[in-house]
């Protein structure tokens, strides 16, 4: 999934400057485009990176300090995709654009019925610490990258929003 240079860049975009999710009431969204349905926090805006990744990206303000979430999605190719591979790509892609990277944990997490993995990652860059939450799955169709970045800070809160996003996703 090529999502992971542009995350770099967003990311870093972002700097220190992300703020908390919050407590949200979530929205039921869906889109003919997606393949998947999802509920989603009020007042968050879309973001369009125009990197021709499919999926949703969106952040919790208009400037920053804003939290992001990327829901993305990539159709595969015959092949079912190696999600520990996938990992290694979205780290290589981070470390490239000159930030470090540190694993927190990693498990296995089940999204809408859909089996994967989810890491957290700390990274570090010359404007601060930033937390990664990266969730890998897929089924029979398409790969699934499902990501939340936000200031080590405000990390606690977003992830529990983002935690509630996941628990409505539906394929």
């Known amino acids: 999934m090529k999502a ?9 975009a972002l700097g220190s400057t992300l703020a908390t ?11 003919p485009k997606l393949p998947f349905k999802v509920s989603l926090p009020q007042g ?8 021709g ?8 303000a208009k400037a920053p300090p ?7 999605f990539s159709p595969k190719q015959d092949a ?14 981070l470390r490239s654009s000159g930030v470090t990277v540190k ?6 997490a089940t999204y809408g019925g859909i089996g994967g993995i989810e890491r957290q990652y700390s990274v570090t860059h010359p404007k601060g610490q930033l937390n990664v939450r990266v969730w890998y799955g897929n089924d029979a169709k398409n790969l699934y990258s499902f990501q939340l970045t936000d200031s080590a800070a405000r990390y606690a ?13 539906q394929f």
């Open 80 to 93: 079912p995709a190696d999600l520990n591979a996938e990992f290694g790509k979205f780290v290589e892609a």
């Open 103 to 108: 694993q927190l944990s990693n498990a296995k």
């Open 44 to 51: 968050w805006l879309g973001v369009d990176f125009d990197d």
């Open 157 to 169: 809160a977003a992830s529990t929003t983002f935690s509630k996003i996941l628990a409505t996703v």
């Open 21 to 31: 999710a919050g407590a949200q009431t979530l929205t039921p969204f869906s889109d």
């Open 4 to 12: 992971t240079h542009l995350f770099a860049v967003a990311a870093l």
């Open 53 to 60: 990744i499919s999926g949703l990206s969106m952040v919790s």
């Open 66 to 72: 804003a939290t992001l979430i990327r829901l993305l």
